[in-house]
């Protein structure tokens, strides 16, 4: 019995190694799985969390005028690294092919580079912002925007994350 499986085996791997035929199936890698929410990829968020937080919970908590619209305090957001990943992931991308859009260079939304990351959103909302180089300029920015601002005062996000890549910064905001 040993005799044959010695044999068996060095014939299946001569089989399994000295294929003649070229590979035809080429699968592309997943990026859901290498960009996951579990995944250890290394990224350099150059903000101040507890500052931003602060100040996006601070308008929240006062409420203020978004253009025409009186908006009402509302309950404030906690951090979400899950959404801190996803705005820092586009900020990236904003910044290494030099545009600036809510829409992906693959067609993504705000809602499909957040499902990426692992958060199962029910609701979501994006802000992006270019040029300033403080967490408080870039809130203020937002603030100073009625469409950012109506986004940052939504009653129905619970959640916030902020990636800076250089001076192009992306807030998403969810709620699971």
């Known amino acids: 019995m040993k005799a044959s499986l010695s044999i ?16 035809t199936t080429v699968s592309k890698p997943n990026t859901t ?50 959404l801190e990943k996803a705005a820092w992931l586009h ?12 829409t992906g260079k693959n067609g993504s939304t705000a809602g499909d580079r957040i499902k ?22 870039t809130v203020d920015g937002w603030l100073k925007s009625p469409t950012h601002c109506r986004a940052l005062m939504n009653a129905s996000v619970t959640e916030t994350g902020i990636g800076r890549y250089g001076t192009i910064w992306t807030q998403e905001l969810a709620t699971r």
């Open 116 to 137: 990426r990351m692992g958060y199962n959103w029910k609701t979501y909302c994006e802000n992006i912002a270019l040029g300033y180089l403080s967490e408080k300029e």
């Open 8 to 23: 068996i085996i060095p014939v299946f791997c001569l089989l399994a190694a000295c294929t003649k035929e070229p590979l």
């Open 91 to 102: 900020s990236k991308e904003m910044s290494d092919s030099n545009y600036l859009s809510h």
């Open 33 to 82: 799985s290498a960009l996951g929410p579990d995944s250890i990829f290394s990224y350099t968020n150059t903000i101040n969390k507890d500052v931003l937080l602060a100040l996006v919970n601070d308008a929240r908590n006062k409420g203020c005028n978004c253009g025409d619209n009186v908006m009402p305090a509302v309950a404030p957001v906690k951090w979400s690294q899950r």
